[in-house]
């Protein structure tokens, strides 16, 4: 049984926003508009510096750029 009291390195989740939004050639601004997201909360998911997933911006996120939730999220051990 997996716990994590016991293991010490569980592995770490990683937004690949950034990776995104480049192929598609969209700014950190226009997906802010878009998803109708203040720009300070693009720019963590756009750096990796989210703390808590917000499943709404998520899904705008998702429907602007035409991807899926695992487009973007992305499970490292």
Known sequence: MKSVFVINDYGKIHIHLKEMM????????????STNTRFEVINKWYHDEVERLDL??????CY??????SD???YEE
């Open 22 to 33: 480049e192929r598609q050639n969209i700014t950190r601004n226009q997906l802010s508009i």
């Open 56 to 61: 709404d911006v998520l899904a705008r996120m």
């Open 64 to 69: 602007v750029l035409d991807c899926s939730p």
């Open 72 to 74: 973007i999220i992305k």
